[in-house]
């Protein structure tokens, strides 16, 4: 508010300097004429009266510029401790020095006509130190104006960075929102998708093994009932037994990829050590689980753990369909003191990752990236960050970083 009325104060005496004929130069101008006309006309009476009407001329001037707008204004600026001092008006509305000079000039006008020339000159320096520190004065309130504006064009040029910068801000953030919404549309469309030739895999799986298998028994199973051969009867019950193993096992697997482990009987570390342990038996890609058992997940949810093991279950599934890995490690350690790190690694070929160094998706998304995609977006519902490393021929590291929640640890 301060800073808003000293400007308009500034403006007001650049309006008032701008209209009115008369300021303090011109009448040390019109003082320093009569000075020179006094000395060149001393002894002569004709020149005399001219210098006594250059004088009546000069006072109306003075009396001009006292009742001037102009005049009022510099009672009005905030001059510094030491000018008030020595000019004694703030707070008030006339200079009394200037007031004085009127009065002055009025007696060196006397001192002319009386001759008196010892008068004439104390007068006329008197007058002549007065108007220098009227000057002075102007000097300053000069300096005021300049100062105010140059503050004025600072805080403009602050103003407009600071507005730049909140479009900047602004733009981003919108331009993040809609990115994210386009993400989130692509994702759940890509995902739909996902959904149903998952389950077109699984239908053709049950009915390329398991129903053929189950078909396959039964034509056995009926040839048991139509022979009367004890022998021929125990060999086909010996050729069945092997099949129905088989056909549990394959259902078993299928099972143990679509339901998830149950984390209130077995404990994550566990449940990711008999995931790679599977693997390794399915695959035949040598997988071991590298994991401090001494990692505290009581802050994690039983959802949120199950969040942990579908990531690396998908980083696992993803080696196995497209790394062409020989040996995988899964890793889970402290990091920091403060975030838990879990890695996924291979010695595969590797490929060009879709995210960027923050974790954040690059542009050029396509359908075979939808699995990464759902690590990155299980990845942020566990508050996490999720980034790939890795490039054509040099193998693959997927880290996942989640960030300990110590009070929950505590309680």
């Not at 056909?247 to 078993?252: D, F, G, H, S, V």
């Not at 020989?326 to 291979?346: F, H, P, W, Y």
Request: net charge negative; hydrophobic share 40%; glycine share 6%.
């Amino acid at each position: 508010m301060k800073f808003i009325v000293l400007v308009l104060l500034s403006m007001l005496f650049v309006s008032c300097a701008s209209q009115e004929s008369i300021t303090i130069q011109d009448i040390v101008i019109l003082w320093t004429d009569i000075m020179n006309t006094a000395n060149t006309t001393r002894g002569h009476e004709q020149r005399n009266l001219t210098l006594i009407s250059d004088i009546d001329n000069f006072a109306e001037t003075l009396q001009q510029f006292q009742n001037s707008a102009l005049y009022y204004t510099y009672s009005a600026i905030p001059f510094s401790p030491v000018i008030e001092r020595s000019f004694r008006f703030y707070r008030s509305e006339h200079i009394p020095e200037f007031v004085l000079v009127s009065d002055l000039v009025l007696m060196y006008r006397d001192s002319i006509l009386t001759e008196d020339s010892e008068s004439t000159n104390a007068i006329s320096a008197e007058i002549s130190g007065i108007l220098m520190a009227l000057l002075i004065l102007d000097g300053e309130a000069q300096r005021f104006v300049s100062s105010s504006y140059l503050q004025l064009l600072i805080t403009l040029i602050v103003f407009i960075l600071l507005i730049v910068m909140l479009v900047r801000f602004l733009y981003l953030s919108l331009s993040r929102s809609l990115n994210r919404e386009a993400q989130g549309t692509y994702f759940s469309h890509a995902y739909m998708l996902a959904q149903d030739e998952e389950r077109g895999r699984i239908s053709r799986e049950l009915h390329d093994t398991v129903i053929q298998d189950m078909r396959y028994v039964l034509l056995e199973t009926e040839k048991i009932g139509s022979t009367g051969d004890k022998t021929e009867r125990e060999a086909l019950s010996a050729k069945i037994l092997p099949m129905v193993a088989d056909l549990i096992r394959k259902t078993r697997d299928m099972c143990n990829n679509l339901i998830p482990p149950d984390f209130r009987f077995s404990e994550l570390h566990n449940a990711l050590k008999q995931l790679c342990l599977d693997f390794n038996v399915k695959t035949g890609i040598e997988c071991r689980a590298e994991i401090d058992n001494n990692i505290n997940l009581d802050f994690l949810s039983m959802e949120k753990r199950l969040q942990i093991f579908r990531i690396i279950q998908e980083a696992l599934s993803n080696i196995e369909k497209h790394s062409g890995a020989k040996e995988a490690i899964v890793t889970m350690c402290l990091r920091q003191g403060n975030l838990v790190s879990i890695g996924i690694s291979d010695d595969g070929k590797g490929f060009t990752s879709p995210l960027d160094k923050k974790g954040q998706i690059k542009g050029g998304m396509d359908k075979t990236h939808i699995g990464i995609i759902s690590m990155k977006e299980r990845a942020v519902i566990l508050g996490g960050v999720l980034t790939i490393n890795t490039a054509p021929g040099e193998g693959t590291l997927v880290c996942l970083e989640i960030p300990i929640d110590k009070k929950m640890t505590r309680r």
